[in-house]
């Protein structure tokens, strides 16, 4: 079955960068467009970035562009989400979701698998 786990989560300072990982499995990765989204607490979910699976288009949210930056390596089944300038508003669960069509899952927020989520909490 479609696995995806995140990892590089964590308890972090305001000002600092982290790197967070989903490793998928269970499905042909190169065929699916990879996002994140995140929960914070008492909050909805939301959709934070996206990327085509040749990543040539990607998407963000306006609260994130110029600090977070989406990536993959179709080879290693990974996708990545780097983050720069913490701020204690991204604290948050951030899951790992996938879709066949990168429109759909970039501009409808449409999710064909999650992962389990990493936490990140960012002090002040």
């Known amino acids: 079955q479609v696995q995806l786990v995140e990892s590089g989560g964590g308890l972090v300072q305001a000002g600092d960068s982290l790197r967070l990982s989903c490793a998928a499995s269970?499905?042909?990765?190169?065929?699916?467009?990879m996002g994140w989204f995140r929960q914070a607490p008492g909050k909805e979910r939301e959709f934070v970035a996206a990327i085509s699976w040749s990543a040539d288009n990607t998407a963000y949210t306006n609260s994130v562009k110029g600090r977070f930056t989406i990536s993959r390596d179709n080879a290693k089944n990974t996708a990545y989400l780097q983050i720069h300038s913490l701020k204690p508003e991204d604290t948050a669960v951030y899951y790992c979701a996938v879709h066949s069509y990168y429109y759909n899952l970039a501009y409808r927020g449409d999710v064909a698998y999650w992962g389990k989520g990493a936490l990140v909490t960012v002090s002040s």
């Open positions: 269970g499905l042909t990765f190169g065929n699916y467009a």
